[in-house]
């Protein structure tokens, strides 16, 4: 599918390494389930009805003006190599791209608007920024939820909210998310205590794609578990006041120490990536992403000068499996990924000095 192609060549606009806080914090992203009325949820949906939601979804917001320009996939007529690499991009989770049936994903060509079809509910609204921009994000979706009703019945009930399909969805429907880069922090071993303060503010933290998976690279994702008894201004204005703010102290904190106590030891963890991802003639992703989160580290920090910082935000993206084969233009098993993803990176890395 030629959009996926160009999709996996660029860089998400999320993934820029702009905005607040932008050493720490990677990406914001904010999310609402929303459900049809007069529907049931697809969990008790036969293929004739779901196949409804969806044509009746495609066709409202495909022919609304969203502000922007809007390109719609077919999930289940998709490639699983397409399907992987908007995963991979964070425009569909992975339940999306492994589900059954009609469903499908519009996202927007900046990709920082995704609106799943068919997901877990019937439709799934989504933006992402790069960096700490939660403020201006809600302005953004707050917007578009108010379009979309103009033209949708969604489920919703004077007592619980907006019905999900989930129970922790019920209410406002609002998933609000942080991806945070963590490396001096996992360094100095502290970060349990940040993982149990989350928890107690009945915070998740999860892995880089989110539910089900683990940090790779030095990245998490905090984001809010209850979504009913609270408006969506005070679940993100608890991010933005408390929540953030003290992990991105705490981070800040934990790499100047390092700075003053283990330059050394700081300096060798940037330089022994550095020289393994420039000579290494097999690479895993998990390794990958771990050797990139110290050369990030190390440009925040003014240890590494050598490379532009928006290099090894670029080649966080396309060294994963999916990226890496829309790149080689053909499909390869996991040795073959290894060699590529070595070969491309020593590429990379030569043509940003």
Same mark, same amino acid.
């Given at each position: 599918?030629?959009?996926?192609?160009?999709?996996?060549?660029?860089?998400?606009?999320?993934?820029?390494?702009?905005?607040?806080?932008?050493? #720490?914090? @990677?990406?914001?992203?904010?999310?609402?389930?929303?459900?049809?009325?007069? =529907?049931?949820?697809?969990?008790?949906?036969?293929?004739?009805?779901?196949?409804?939601?969806?044509?009746?979804?495609?066709?409202?917001?495909?022919?609304?003006?969203? %502000?922007?320009? @809007?390109? =719609?996939?077919?999930?289940?007529?998709?490639?699983?190599?397409?399907?992987?690499?908007?995963?991979?991009?964070?425009?569909?989770?992975?339940?999306?791209?492994? %589900?059954?049936?009609?469903?499908?994903?519009?996202?927007?060509?900046?990709?920082?608007?995704?609106?799943?079809?068919?997901?877990?509910?019937?439709?799934?609204?989504?933006?992402?920024?790069?960096?700490?921009?939660?403020?201006?994000?809600?302005?953004?979706?707050?917007?578009?939820?108010?379009?979309?009703?103009?033209?949708?019945?969604?489920?919703?009930?004077?007592?619980?909210?907006?019905?999900?399909?989930?129970?922790?969805?019920?209410?406002?429907? @609002?998933?609000?998310?942080?991806?945070?880069?963590?490396?001096?922090?996992? !360094?100095?071993?502290?970060?349990?205590?940040?993982?149990?303060?989350?928890?107690?503010?009945?915070?998740?933290?999860?892995?880089?794609?989110?539910?089900?998976?683990?940090?790779?690279?030095?990245?998490?994702?905090?984001?809010?578990?209850?979504?009913?008894?609270?408006?969506?201004?005070?679940?993100?204005?608890? =991010?933005?006041? #408390?929540? #953030?703010?003290?992990?991105?102290?705490?981070?800040?904190?934990?790499?100047?120490?390092?700075?003053?106590?283990?330059?050394?030891?700081?300096?060798?963890?940037?330089?022994?990536?550095?020289?393994?991802?420039?000579?290494?003639?097999?690479?895993?992703?998990?390794?990958?992403?771990?050797?990139?989160?110290?050369?990030?580290?190390?440009?925040?920090?003014?240890?590494?000068?050598? @490379?532009? !910082?928006?290099?090894?935000?670029?080649? =966080?993206?396309?060294?994963?499996?999916?990226?890496?084969?829309?790149?080689?233009?053909?499909?390869?098993?996991?040795?073959?990924?290894?060699?590529?993803?070595?070969?491309?990176?020593?590429?990379?890395?030569?043509?940003?000095?």
């Amino acid at each position: 599918m030629k959009m996926i192609d160009d999709i996996a060549k660029r860089t998400g606009t999320w993934l820029s390494g702009t905005g607040p806080m932008n050493d #720490i914090v @990677i990406s914001s992203r904010i999310r609402l389930a929303r459900n049809l009325a007069g =529907f049931p949820f697809l969990t008790k949906s036969d293929t004739g009805q779901r196949n409804e939601i969806y044509r009746l979804l495609y066709d409202r917001v495909m022919h609304t003006d969203l %502000g922007c320009r @809007i390109l =719609f996939v077919d999930i289940e007529e998709a490639p699983e190599l397409d399907r992987q690499v908007l995963v991979e991009r964070h425009l569909i989770s992975r339940q999306h791209a492994e %589900g059954e049936g009609s469903r499908g994903v519009a996202v927007s060509d900046k990709e920082t608007l995704a609106l799943m079809v068919n997901e877990e509910d019937h439709l799934r609204i989504q933006v992402l920024g790069s960096g700490f921009r939660l403020e201006q994000l809600w302005e953004r979706i707050d917007k578009l939820d108010d379009i979309l009703q103009q033209q949708l019945d969604f489920a919703f009930h004077e007592q619980y909210g907006f019905l999900t399909a989930c129970p922790t969805n019920v209410g406002t429907g @609002i998933r609000v998310s942080v991806m945070l880069h963590l490396p001096a922090l996992k !360094l100095a071993g502290e970060l349990e205590k940040v993982s149990r303060a989350a928890k107690n503010m009945r915070l998740a933290v999860r892995g880089l794609h989110g539910e089900g998976t683990e940090a790779t690279g030095d990245f998490y994702q905090i984001s809010n578990q209850t979504t009913l008894g609270k408006s969506e201004k005070d679940i993100i204005a608890e =991010f933005c006041s #408390i929540v #953030i703010p003290k992990i991105v102290d705490y981070e800040r904190m934990a790499r100047q120490a390092l700075l003053k106590d283990r330059p050394t030891a700081l300096d060798d963890k940037i330089w022994r990536a550095y020289g393994t991802l420039e000579n290494a003639r097999t690479l895993s992703t998990e390794e990958t992403l771990y050797l990139l989160s110290h050369l990030r580290m190390g440009i925040h920090l003014g240890r590494l000068e050598t @490379i532009p !910082l928006q290099t090894i935000n670029d080649l =966080f993206i396309k060294a994963q499996p999916a990226h890496l084969q829309k790149i080689r233009g053909m499909r390869l098993d996991g040795e073959e990924r290894s060699v590529f993803r070595a070969d491309y990176i020593r590429q990379r890395l030569a043509e940003s000095n």
